[in-house]
Nanobody, 123 residues
Framework: QLQLVESGGGLVQPGESLRLSCEVV????????IGWFRQAPGKEREGVSC????????NYAASVKGRFTISRDNAENSVNLQMNSLKPEDTAVYYC????????????????WGQGTQVTVSS
């Protein structure tokens, strides 16, 4: 059984940075592609970023490209999402997922979801 545990959410001001972490428990971490989705109140769920099991391939939503960076540490069984230059529209619950991270990645490619962590960007 795979368990995804997010941490690092919080309240920041526009322009500031935040780093989300996802710890993967219970399975061979290096076998899985991992990603992040988000959902804001009243909006559709959106894929943010994903990284393949080797860490050599990553994908980003156009809305975060150049501001967010995904990375993984296979020794620590964790994936991080560094979020810089945050905007109010980045406010959402962020979910860590086990996903097939290919060119067509979307929520239909998700096998497991974490519980989510709240990110609020507000002055």
């Amino acid at each position: 059984q795979l368990q995804l545990v997010e941490s690092g959410g919080g309240l920041v001001q526009p322009g500031e940075s935040l780093r989300l972490s996802c710890e993967v428990v219970g399975v061979q971490f290096r076998l899985y592609d991992i990603g992040w989705f988000r959902q804001a109140p009243g909006k559709e769920r959106e894929g943010v970023s994903c990284i393949n099991n080797s860490g050599r391939i990553s994908n980003y939503a156009a809305s975060v490209k150049g501001r967010f960076t995904i990375s993984r540490d296979n020794a620590e069984n964790s994936v991080n999402l560094q979020m810089n230059s945050l905007k109010p529209e980045d406010t959402a619950v962020y979910y860590c997922v086990a996903i097939l991270c290919d060119a067509n990645w979307n929520d239909n490619s998700v096998d497991f979801w974490g519980q989510g962590t709240q990110v609020t960007v507000s002055s």
